[in-house]
T-cell receptor, first 116, second 114 residues
């Protein structure tokens, strides 16, 4: 079964602790993305990576870090510097191509992070 | 930054009714996408639109790519209870080379009363 997996589904952490969210895809997609979703809001881009060992900041990268050591994996670390980390985090992946029709993003099931 | 204005924010309808929602922008997009998100889950791609004026159907869903490339609408016919969820529009725009950025609307919350 091809798809995107995120783990865990629910995560609780104490304030001041770093936490790492997992995202794995077996779709052989080149690009991977992390979004944050807050109630009543659209999705906001945190970081994205179009190729292994390279990644770029999105619109709200402060307080987050990522790595892309393998094509299929793109973990997100929520650091203690992130002032309001409680949110629903979504990972996505896509092909990369000069044609927009190959850049559709497909999403994982999400991780709900609650910082106490 | 770019913004997509999605309306309405929420809709309460009776089972069997038709639904229409739309997105507008001041920017031109290469592709319009419509996603549905069930509570606590990730968005699922419903329809993708690639050309201005394109009209595409997926079962009871129909979506159109506006002729100006700045808007799109989604219609759902004969709604059923499992249509409940949040519907997002998203515009895909080339940001240089093979880089494409996806911008999301804030979503339309659909409630269907049986």
């Amino acid at each position: 079964d091809g798809g995107i997996t995120q783990s865990p589904k629910y995560l609780f952490r104490k304030e001041g602790q770093n936490v790492t969210l997992s995202c794995e895809q077996n779709l052989n997609h080149d690009a991977m993305y992390w979004y944050r979703q807050d109630p009543g809001q659209g999705l906001r881009l945190i970081y994205y990576s179009q190729i292994v060992n390279d990644f770029q900041k999105g619109d709200i990268a402060e307080g987050y870090s990522v790595s892309r050591e393998k094509k299929e994996s793109f973990p997100l670390t929520v650091t203690s510097a992130q002032k309001n980390p409680t949110a629903f985090y979504l990972c996505a992946s896509s092909w990369t191509s000069g044609r927009s029709s190959y850049n559709e993003q497909f999403f994982g099931p999400g991780t709900r992070l609650t910082v106490l | 930054g770019q913004q997509l204005n999605q309306s309405p924010q929420s809709m309460f309808i009776q089972e069997g009714e038709d639904v229409s929602m739309n997105c507008t922008s001041s920017s031109i997009f290469n592709t319009w996408l419509w996603y549905k998100q069930d509570p606590g889950e990730g968005p699922v791609l419903l329809i993708a639109l690639y050309k201005a004026g394109e009209l595409t159907s997926n079962g009871r869903l129909t979506a159109q790519f506006g002729i100006t490339r700045k808007d799109s609408f989604l219609n759902i016919s004969a709604s059923i209870p499992s249509d409940v969820g949040i519907y997002f529009c998203a515009g895909l725009k080339n940001s240089g080379g093979s880089n494409y950025k996806l911008t999301f609307g804030k979503g339309t919350l659909l409630t269907v009363n049986p």
